[in-house]
């Protein structure tokens, strides 16, 4: 079955507390990226990659670090999480970084920082 | 001025209305039109996508675009409870790499 998939999908941590949220696809996509997404702000693209070893910002990436070393695999980095990192966070997939091509998203991890 | 906008809702309808949800945009470079529909505690999965200007129907779902006046529509006929979620607009550019701009998602509540 073709998707995305996320880990873990639930996770409390507290501040400070260096953590990893997977991220993986199985259709060869070339592009993916990260979202959070909060009440009345909807989704914010955090970081994109075009490609292995491509990755680039999107509108809010403070906070966070990436790495696109696999094609299928594209972890989220959180060196130092801070309260105002809790959120909804969604991986997305898709076959080229050109705006037409639909974007497939995982499950969504929602991430609590006490 | 924003670069895309969607009411947030909630709307609310009842079951066998038809409901149409409606983004406004500011770029008029915008060539790539979907919907988006999501389901609570689920990731957003593409529902409509329309090229250009013009309609596209897919069952009960019909898609519009008025890029005169930078417009967008999705009616849904005949709702259903199966249809509460939140719809999201989003659109791109024909130019190079450009990304998906996203509206903030409309909630929609179909009661029985």
């Known amino acids: 079955e073709a998707q995305v998939t996320q880990n873990p999908r639930y996770l409390i941590t507290v501040t400070g507390k260096k953590l990893t949220v997977t991220c993986s696809q199985n259709?060869?996509?070339?592009?993916m990226s990260w979202y959070r997404q909060d009440p009345g702000l909807g989704l914010r693209q955090i970081y994109y990659?075009?490609?292995?070893?491509?990755?680039d910002k999107g509108d809010v990436p403070e906070g966070y670090k990436v790495s696109r070393k696999e094609k299928r695999n594209f972890p989220l980095i959180l060196e130092s999480p801070s309260p105002n990192q809790t959120s909804l966070y969604f991986c997305?997939?898709?076959?080229?970084?050109?705006?037409?091509?639909?974007?497939?998203f995982g499950p969504g991890t929602r991430l609590t920082v006490t | 001025q924003k670069e895309v906008e969607q009411d947030p809702g909630p709307l609310s309808v009842p079951e066998g209305a038809i409901v149409s949800l409606n983004c406004t945009y500011s770029?008029?470079?915008?060539?790539?039109f979907m919907w988006y529909r999501q389901y609570s505690r689920k990731g957003p999965e593409l529902l409509m996508y329309?090229?250009?200007?013009g309609n596209k129907e897919d069952g009960r779902f019909t898609a519009q675009v008025d890029k005169s006046s930078k417009y967008i529509s999705l009616f849904i006929r005949d709702s259903q409870p199966s249809d509460s979620a939140t719809y999201l607009c989003?659109?791109?550019?024909?130019?190079?790499?450009?990304?998906?701009?996203f509206g903030k998602g409309t909630m929609l509540l179909v009661s029985p």
């Open positions: 997305a997939s898709s076959l080229s970084g050109r705006g037409r091509y639909e974007q497939y």
């Open positions: 259709m060869n996509h070339e592009y």
């Open positions: 990659s075009m490609n292995v070893e491509v990755t």
């Open positions: 770029n008029s470079a915008f060539q790539y």
């Open positions: 329309t090229y250009s200007s």
């Open positions: 989003a659109m791109s550019s024909n130019s190079g790499y450009s990304t998906l701009t």
